[in-house]
């Protein structure tokens, strides 16, 4: 079974930056674009940001777009999130997921981790 665990969530004021991590395991990594996602309370999970195989090619939201930075090291089987400039409203739950498919950016991820919290205090 695929093993997706992330890291590096906490409190931060806003204007702060943190680092995400997501190491994966149980699969060749370097096959498989990557995604982040993140859900606030009461609310749907929604997409943050994606990056292919290679790590050539992202994709983000707008809501996050100039501020964060998806990235890969491939020989680390880990996909990370630079959140810069926070906001009280990135506060979430944050998760990466494997993305199923050849589609660019990709519509559909079939294994997620289970989550870091990020709070972004006013």
């Known amino acids: 079974q695929v093993q997706l665990v992330e890291s590096g969530g906490g409190l931060v004021q806003a204007g702060g930056s943190l680092r995400l991590s997501c190491a994966a395991s149980?699969?060749?990594?370097?096959?498989?674009?990557m995604g982040w996602f993140r859900q606030a309370p009461g609310k749907e999970r929604v997409f943050v940001a994606a990056i292919n195989r290679s790590g050539g090619s992202t994709y983000y939201a707008d809501s996050v777009k100039g501020r964060f930075t998806i990235s890969r090291d491939n020989a680390k089987n880990t996909v990370y999130l630079q959140m810069d400039f926070l906001k009280p409203e990135d506060t979430a739950t944050y998760y990466c997921?494997?993305?199923?498919?050849?589609?660019?950016?990709?519509?559909?991820?079939?294994?997620w981790g289970q989550g870091t919290q990020v709070t972004v205090s006013a």
């Open positions: 997921a494997v993305a199923y498919g050849d589609l660019w950016p990709p519509l559909s991820y079939n294994y």
């Open positions: 149980r699969l060749t990594f370097s096959l498989y674009a």
